[in-house]
């Protein structure tokens, strides 16, 4: 079993900045997928960034020149540096790792990250 924990979220005011931190710990494969996800009230949960353990990351449209997702495999970690934050990216963040094409899939319970002045 792998246990996920976020870490970081909070309030902050429009054009700020927060780190989410995400902990991996348990059975883990080293060859694996992480990423941050995020679901505001009413909508659907949606990709913001992920990264291979070999560093291949991904972003959403919407958080591009934004956001930087990075990871840290020996202390299987990840990370995501928001900076320039609107009111839209007000959401909770969920941390997520996956390998062998989606047979081994976990979640974190989520981190608030609330954006408003």
């Known amino acids: 079993q792998v246990q996920l924990v976020e870490s970081g979220g909070g309030l902050v005011q429009p054009g700020g900045s927060l780190r989410l931190s995400c902990a991996a710990s348990?059975?883990?494969?080293?060859?694996?997928?992480m990423g941050w996800y995020r679901q505001a009230p009413g909508k659907e949960r949606e990709l913001v960034a992920a990264?291979?353990?070999?560093?291949?990351?991904n972003y959403a449209d919407s958080v591009k020149g934004r956001f930087t997702i990075s990871r840290d495999n020996a202390k299987n970690m990840v990370y995501l540096q928001m900076n320039s934050l609107k009111p839209e990216d007000t959401a909770v963040y969920y941390c997520?790792?996956?390998w062998g094409n989606g047979a081994y899939d976990y979640w974190g319970q989520g981190t608030q990250v609330t954006v408003s002045s």
């Open positions: 348990g059975n883990i494969f080293s060859i694996n997928a």
């Open positions: 990264i291979t353990s070999g560093g291949s990351t």
């Open positions: 997520r790792m996956r």
